[in-house]
Structures are given as C-alpha cells and as structure tokens.
C-alpha cells in the first residue's frame, strides 16, 4: 500500500485540520531541522493529476511550490525519492514531460516517490531569468537558499511518506545538473548520489565543497555543448566536465585511469564514448557519457542511441548513501 498518510498536528496555541484523498487540499505542519527556533513550515497540496500532487508552501518569504508522484499504491518498505530539476528559465512540468520517469516510479517493483521542484525567479546584476537554481556560476547575486528549499522538501516529504533517508537522489537538466552536484556538496548528509545531464559544476561549487560521504555521480554531456561547454566557460563561472570528473574520482580515491567503452562502432544511431572509474571508497563510482555531435540537450534512444532517464534510472537503482547496493 502507498505510505502517504493524512497528518494532523497540534501544537500550542496551533490547531491544524488536515484531509486526505481524492483531489481534496492536505495541509502539513513541519519544524524546519536546521534551526528549532525557524518558524514552523505549512504545505498545501492538491491533486494535479492521477496520482501527482501540487504542493505549496513559503520558504524565506518566496512562494515554492513542487510536484511530487506518490509511489505505486501496491509497494512495499520504504519509499526511495528521487528529485529531477528544470534548467534555467525552465518548469517543473516541462522537465516532468520530456524526462518521463514517471512510467519508470509508478511501478510496484520501484518503489519511489518522484519529485520535480520549481525553481525560483531570479534577477540580478549578471542575469535575470523567470526561474533558476542557486549553485554559483552565472547565479552569483541570487539570495535564493536552494538548499535549504530542497531540504524543507525532504523533511516535509518525510512526515507524509516512509522515505528510505539512505536513498535520495538528484538528477537535472542544465542548471539543475550544476544543483544537482551543489547539493552534492552541500547537502550530502541527506542526498545519496547525483546525475547531470548537460550541467557542470560551479568554480563556487566545486572551491566550497565538503561532501560527508563517498559519492556516487553520473555526467551525460555532449561535446557540441555550446551553452554548457564541455570544456567549460570561465566566464560564466562553468568549470570543465574534465575537470568536474577528477574532483569526484579523487575525493573517492577512485583508480586514475577509467575503463572506457566505445560506441563508434557498435551503435549506427549514435556514438558515445562511456568511462567508468572504479574501484572507489564504498564500491561507488564515477561515470561520464561523453556523446559525440549532441549539444544543449536530453538524450533519447531515437536521437543519440542512449537514453538518459533509462541510465539515470539504472544508475540511481545502484548506489545509495552508504556506496553500492549490495
């Protein structure tokens, strides 16, 4: 049976109705963890659609809200939770739409809830977008604490589901590749492993982080990248996925050279070149597709013979906080 559950909180002076169930409103109550003395954080959510809900609530003064996917109602144990970010100026739905893990979560087998935030306005004296993500690079200015955002999710998710805390885990298009590995950096103590498709890492990122535990990450990036360049833009404060790689397979202590797998000649659609560097802390590992003519994009099976959310998906069902699954 599905984990979701109706909550009603009483606190001092607080009393809180909740409901449940078909497309009517549940409100939640949670303390935030950082700081016992934040005020409490109240989410409302309604049915968006099947079994997806559209979730509210006020996070330093900004109206956030997300979609989450409940997991299928004939799961068992405890749910794993998986974020997928937008990239910059995008949505929440759009990611949901073209990503499609949705068919992959709503399975009894897998038992996931499925999570797509929305990023927050931005406008500073660099850029100004309608959405975007925190994570250093071309965001410096922005005063949008993002980690935090993701993290009063985790918590306000986690009063609602049995979520497994060792299995969560983010992935991201573009600027939700660059969060992605900043809240790798800055938020390890809750997510377990990290997936970018088309995002790098941050010069601010990669200078500040302190991950508490070995790490797993998975980089899908095409050399034809121009708003992403593979090899970076230092400009835009956008390291090298080179350069993004050998940070995570030292931190790991990962061997130094990878095994490397070669398409060219195996698949007519596309070619990619797959590195995998093993041997690390925990069994974890670090794994680059490097895909030849692809750009600014998410790979599909039809267009480049590899399907990103299909080696998300297998990547993600691998490792978790503490290395790999046995």
């Not at 409100?27 to 935030?32: A, G, N, Q, R, W």
């Not at 604490?145 to 986690?158: A, M, R, T, W």
């Not at 969560?168 to 660059?178: D, H, K, L, Q, V």
Request: net charge negative; proline share 3%.
């Amino acid at each position: 049976m599905t984990a979701k559950k109706s909550i009603c909180v009483i606190t001092t002076f607080i009393l809180i109705s909740c409901g449940g169930g078909g497309g009517g409103t549940i409100e939640t109550l949670e303390t935030s963890s950082s700081n016992s003395a934040t005020p409490l954080l109240t989410e409302t959510c309604s049915l968006y659609i099947d079994t997806t809900y559209r979730c509210e609530f006020t996070h330093n003064g900004l109206e956030r809200f997300y979609f989450i996917q409940e997991n299928h109602p004939e799961s068992s144990g405890l749910s794993s939770v998986l974020f997928v970010l937008h990239g910059y100026g995008s949505t929440a739905l759009r990611i949901r739409n073209y990503s499609s893990f949705n068919s992959l979560a709503n399975t009894k087998e897998n038992n996931f809830l499925l999570i797509h935030p929305q990023g927050a306005p931005m406008s500073t004296t660099l850029a100004s977008s309608s959405s975007h993500w925190n994570s250093g690079g071309w965001t410096i200015g922005s005063d949008v604490d993002d980690v935090d955002f993701i993290d009063s999710i985790i918590n306000l998710v986690s009063k609602k589901y049995n979520i497994n805390n060792d299995r969560i885990y983010s992935t991201g298009m573009s600027n939700g590749g660059f969060m992605s590995y900043h809240l790798a950096c800055n938020l390890s103590t809750k997510i377990a492993a990290v997936a970018s498709v088309t995002g790098s890492i941050s010069s601010q990122t990669l200078d500040d982080c302190s991950p508490q535990h070995s790490t797993s990450i998975l980089q899908i990036h095409g050399t034809l990248d121009t708003t992403v360049p593979y090899d970076g833009n230092s400009s835009l404060g956008m390291e090298s996925v080179d350069d993004l790689i050998n940070y995570w397979k030292n931190y790991n202590l990962c061997d130094l050279s990878p095994i490397i797998t070669d398409t060219n000649t195996i698949n007519p659609i596309g070619s990619y070149r797959y590195d995998k560097y093993s041997n690390c802390l925990n069994g974890v590992s670090i794994e680059l597709y490097k895909i030849e003519g692809m750009g600014h994009t998410w790979p599909f099976l039809s267009s480049f013979g590899i399907s990103a959310t299909e080696k998300i998906w297998e990547f993600i069902n691998t490792y978790d906080m503490n290395g790999k699954i046995n």
